[in-house]
C-alpha cells in the first residue's frame, strides 16, 4: 500500500533554476529517501507527466518564469486530487504560505529550511496513504450499504411475489379439500376423514402465513400517510376481534387515542397485532385485561399496550420481533410469528422504536413511539 | 319459472368448477355458461362465432386477471353497449386492490367480490348472490 516501503517515490519535480535543482536532489539524497524523479519547467510538460509519470507527490518551485506553483496547482486538483504537494520556495512569505495551504496545497518547504523536505515528504505520504485508505473504506462501507440495500429490497419482492403468486394454488388446494369433506364425509371411512382434516387445517394454516407474509412484505411497498384518528382505528380492531373479545371476556380500556399522522391500515395492522396478542396469550383462567396509553413526547408519540398475560421472559426481547420467530410449540399455538415482525417493521416505517417490559405470570406492556412528523 | 343463465367469465377451471358446484346447490334453477378469457366472453355476449345461438345472461361473473382481453376490457365493452350494460356484472377476483375496486366501479360494475378461501364461503357467496339478484331486487326484462 505504502509507496516508501516497496517502491522508491516517484516525485515530479517543477523547478527552472539548475541550482535549485541540484540543491534539492542534494537534500532528497542526504535525507535517505529511495526515491526516482523527472523534472518540468513549464505547463505542457507539467499537465503531460501527472499522467505519464504518475508521481507520489510533487514539489513544485513557486516562481517559474511563465508559470507559477498556483497554476501547477490547480491543474494538480484537476487532474490528480489525492497526490500530496509541496511548494518548495525562497520568495514565499509566511502570508501566502497560510494562502496555499488553507486552498489545499499540502506542505511549503522555504528554500533556507531545505533539510525539512524529506521529512515533510516523508509525512505528506504517509498522510496521502492514510487518507486514500480511509476514503476506500468508506467507499466500500458505501458499496456494501448499496448492496445490503439493494438485496433487501430484491427480498422484499421476493417475499410479496412469492406469497402473492402462491395464494392461487393454495386456494385450489383448500377449496377443494372442502368439497371434498363436504360432499364425500359420509362415503369415506373415519381415517379418511382424518387425513382430509390434517390436510384442511394445514391449508388454512398456510393460508394465515401467506396472507401475513404478503402484509409484512406490503409495508414498505404501499404507505399512505395522512391524519388517522387512532380512537376510529383502536374500535375497527376491536371489532375485528369481537370473537376472540366475546369468547374469552376480555376488559379493553382506552386511556388515550390521538389524532396522529400515519397510514391507517398500518396502524390498524400495528394495533390489531399487539391486542390480538394481549388476548392469545392470556393467562389460564384469568379474565384479560388490556390498557392502551398514549403520550405526547417531544418529537414522538409514546404507546403503551398492557397486559395480564402469561407474560415474556427477557431473554427473548430480540428474538419475538424477528419474522417466523416463536416462542410457543406448534400444538399450543395459534400465531404464524409474522405479527410482531409485522408491527416492528410499522413502527420503523413510522420513524419509531418498539420495545416490551415483562415478567413470566405478571403480564407485558408493549411500548412504541410514532414519530409525530410523519409526512 | 325458466332457470336462470348466469355467464362466468373464468380463466381457472378449478374456479370454474367451484362455481358451478357452489350454484348447483341453489333453490332455483340456475344454468351456468363458461367463458375461458375475455375474448370469449364478447362473442358469447354479442352471439358470435360459436355462440351464436348463445343465450342473453341475466348475470354476468367476471374475473379481472383473464387472457386475450382483460375483465376491465370487458366490462368497458359491455357497459358501453346499449343492450348488454344492463346486464348486472359482479367482479369475482383474488385482487383485493385498491385501484382494482375503484376501477370497477367507475366503470359500473353492480358488485365487486373477493375469491374467497375454502368451498364453504364459495358456497355462501353462490347463496347470497342468488338470493340478493334473483331474490331481492328488480331489473328490467330482456328478450
Redesign the interface.
Known sequence: MTPMTNKPVRILILEHDPDDIELLQRELRKGGLEYVSTLVHESRTFEKELKDYNPDIILADYTIPGFDGVAAFNIKKESCPDTPFIIVSGTIGEENAVELIKAGVTDYVLKENLFTVVTKIKRALKEATEYREKKEQAKMLENYARELERSNQELEEFAYIASHDLQEPLRMIGSFLQLLQQKYEAKLDKEANEYIYFAVDGAARMKCLIDDLLNYSRINRDQTIKPVDLSVIINEVLSNLSASINETGALITISNAPVLNADPVQMLQLFQNLIGNAIRYRKEGTRPEINIQAWKEETHWLFAIKDNGIGIESQYSEKIFVIFQQLHGKAENKGTGIGLAIAKKIVVRHGGKIWFESAPGKGTTFYFTIKSENI | MRPIEILLVED?P??AL?AK?AFENSRSPINMHFAVDGMEAIDFLSKKGRFSDAITPDLILLDLNLPKKSGIEVLIEIKADDQLKVIPVIILT?SDAEQDILMSYKLHANSFVN?P????S?SEIARSIEKFWFGVVKYPKHD
Open positions: 381457472n378449478g374456479d367451484l358446484v383474488t375469491k378461501f375454502g368451498f364453504e364459495f
